[in-house]
Every structure is written in structure tokens, then in C-alpha cells.
């Protein structure tokens, strides 16, 4: 998986500098010279975040993705943790997880273990207790009341207020109306649509890499085709995504009793594991992680994290406090177990560390046929 962690390019080739981009100062578009030539001088951009779609897994499987291997542009770094929770709200915001603050999947707020995308605690439903604006209160698009094109469901969920508080929600109920909605939005002469589509990631999850991911990978070329044929003249069409996937299959690895002894409660994912110290016992925390799991992970304090400026050069106060004292940050193809992180299956292909299966997403572009 290789010897050092990928960091995150803040401030370069970054998913943190596409919307800054987009919108610019004042409305313009003064685009980076990195950014695929189809966004330059485009008239309206649709930008397409497929969830989970990581640059290697489409390098590896190009024969299946013929639309996608045409379009043009290469590999930009996502942010860490290389999550869903944290990259989406990267992306909308154009902001750097320390400073926007939603700095994993399960954070603690509070003194409580936070479920960023169910927004819930062990509590149950957590949008009146842990208000989503109050904890992230920037608004997406740089201010701009976007149209976000994604799922009807997600419409009032704790995390769409955390992430998309002020865009135009237009939902979706199948692929198919996804793509109406965008032509719709382009023919009324939006300047800018968002749209989002979580296939890749759920079938990741569920069947791993292999043949489903492929029929998947299939499917996700023909809607980008589709999206494509839409696009009025002088339009363009973007896509990149949150994060990579790493198949894991069954290689859980059950904290060390010596590390499980030090800790107090865990949060995080099974490859970026948090670990919040019993008082006084940060020190022998880090010591029993690296003596039993420095082999298969990236043994980190958070204030290593911190240095290192793996979530950005700045981090605010909140988001630092959101952290634990340790983290174990797979760097083989493992996931630490926390029995307290379940769901209704167990993941095949998980993400969330710093290896560049996770962290190199794709960023590309091209112009309607």
C-alpha cells in the first residue's frame, strides 16, 4: 500500500480547490491551469460527485468506463480523513476539514460519539440536541443558492443541513430522473448545477471490487454519457469524487487488549480509528498501538496530525477538539473493529485512511457532443 500516507494537497490539485474555482471572486472563473481545458471559458459546469469512485479502481478497470477514460483531466488528492462525511463537505464548501470542522465519520461533539451521516448518537436522532448549522455554519458554493441534484430522501437530513444549508434542494428518485433534473436546470440556464450519485460507493461496500463494482462502473459511464448528450453549448460537464476504496473482505483486526485498556471510547472508522485516552493514559495509548498494530497501520497522535497538517494548515479550536489521542490509520488492507460502529452488513470495501487507493480521486471534464 506503500511506506508514507498520502497527504492531502490543500490549496493545489485538491478536491478543496474545485468549487473555489467554479464560482471565483465576484462570480468569475479564473481557473488553475491544472484544471481540465473543457471547464475553460465554460458557460455552465455541471459538476458530478460520484461517491466513491476513486482514480486507481477507475485506472484498473478503464475497459469497462469508455466515456470516462475520453474525458479529460487525471488524479487530484482527496482530504483526510478520505471519508464521505468529510469530503463531501470539502467539496461543497471549498474548505479544508480543519476548518470547516466535520473532521470524520464519527466525531466526538460533546463528549459524544456523533454518527456524521445519520446525524445520531447512541441516543437516537440528534438534529435538535447537535443542530448541523451550529456545528458547520458555512455555507456550500461560496455562498451561492446552487441547485444540489441528489437524492429526495436526503431532503432535511442532519447532514445535508451540515454540508448543503442554503443550495436548492432538487431531489431524485432513480437515476433516470437525475438526469431529467440536471437538463432541466441547464435549459432554465443555471450557470452551476451540483449533482451527486452514491452508487459506486454502495456496491463497494456491500460486494467489494469485483464483478458488481465493474456492472457498476458500466452503469456510471452510461449515466455520465447521458449527462453528456444534455449539455447545451458552451456547457461542460465535471466529475470527480469524495474518496477511493480499499477491499477489505474479512480482515478485521480486533484492537490490542493493551490498547483497548487506555482507551475510553473510540470514534472515527475501521481504517482511521480514533482513540480517546482514559485521563492520564494518552502516553501508554500511543505506546501499546504502535507495539501491536505499527505493522498493518499508520500509528498517529493528533497532534502529529495536527503538524503534519493532515486536515489543512489551519484547524479551528471545535475540529481539533472533534479528535481523539491516537489513531490507528490502516496502511495494509485491514479495518479496526469498534463494536459500537455497526450497520446493517458488513463492509467489503471500506476507505477512510491515507493510502492512495483512497486518497487519489479523479478530476475530469469534457464539453456536450
Known amino acids: 500500500m506503500g511506506d508514507h500516507p498520502v497527504l492531502p494537497d490543500y490549496g493545489g490539485q485538491c478536491v478543496t480547490s474545485i468549487v473555489p474555482a467554479l464560482f471565483g ?20 459546469v455541471v459538476l458530478l460527485v460520484l461517491d466513491g469512485l476513486g482514480w486507481e479502481q477507475l485506472a484498473d478497470r478503464r475497459r469497462f468506463a ?29 474548505l479544508t476539514p480543519g476548518e470547516h470542522g466535520i473532521i470524520g465519520y464519527r466525531m466526538d461533539v460533546h463528549g ?33 443558492a446552487a441547485p444540489v441534484v441528489t437524492r429526495a430522501e436526503f431532503d432535511g437530513s442532519g447532514f445535508s ?34 449533482a451527486y450519485y452514491d452508487g459506486a460507493d454502495k456496491v463497494a461496500h456491500e460486494y467489494g471490487l469485483g464483478e458488481h463494482f465493474e456492472a457498476e462502473l458500466v452503469a456510471i459511464d452510461r449515466l455520465v454519457a447521458d449527462l453528456l448528450a444534455e449539455l447545451p453549448a458552451g456547457a461542460a460537464l465535471a466529475l470527480t469524487a469524495d474518496h477511493g476504496q480499499v477491499d477489505v473482505g474479512d480482515r478485521i483486526v480486533t484492537p490490542a487488549p493493551g490498547v483497548l485498556a487506555c482507551t475510553r471510547m473510540q470514534s472515527g472508522e475501521g481504517r482511521f480509528r480514533w482513540f480517546h485516552a482514559r485521563p492520564g493514559a494518552a502516553d501508554d495509548l500511543y505506546e501499546a498501538a504502535a507495539e501491536a498494530h505499527g505493522d498493518v497501520a499508520w500509528v498517529v497522535t493528533a497532534a502529529q496530525a495536527r503538524d503534519e497538517g493532515w ?59
Not at 471572486?25 to 455552465?44: D, F, V
Not at 474525458?71 to 467539496?91: H, K, Q, R
Not at 459500537?340 to 457532443?369: K, Q, W, Y
Open 25 to 44: 471572486p465576484g462570480g468569475t472563473r479564473t481557473l488553475p491551469a491544472w484544471m481540465p481545458s473543457p471547464l475553460h471559458g465554460a458557460a455552465q
Open 161 to 194: 443541513g451540515v454540508h448543503l444549508a442554503g443550495a436548492r434542494h432538487v431531489g431524485y428518485r432513480a437515476t433516470s430522473t437525475l438526469k431529467v433534473e440536471v437538463r432541466r436546470l441547464l435549459r432554465a440556464g443555471e450557470p452551476f448545477v451540483y
Open 311 to 369: 486536515f489543512g494548515p489551519l484547524i479551528s479550536p471545535d475540529a481539533a477538539g472533534r479528535l481523539g489521542d491516537v489513531a490507528l490509520v490502516a496502511r495494509e488492507p485491514v479495518s479496526f473493529e469498534d463494536p459500537a460502529d455497526t450497520g446493517p452488513f458488513r463492509l467489503v470495501s471500506r476507505h477512510g485512511s491515507l493510502t492512495s487507493a483512497e486518497m487519489i480521486v479523479p478530476f475530469l471534464a469534457a464539453r456536450g457532443r
Open 66 to 94: 469508455p466515456v470516462l477514460a475520453a474525458m479529460e483531466g487525471g488524479p487530484i488528492t482527496t482530504v483526510a480523513p478520505s471519508t464521505t462525511a468529510t469530503g463531501l463537505t470539502s467539496i461543497a464548501t471549498g
Open 112 to 144: 459524544e460519539v456523533l454518527n456524521v451521516l445519520r446525524w445520531a448518537t447512541p441516543d437516537g436522532d440528534a438534529r435538535r440536541r447537535i443542530p448541523p448549522a451550529q456545528l458547520q455554519p458555512v455555507p456550500p458554493f461560496l455562498g451561492a
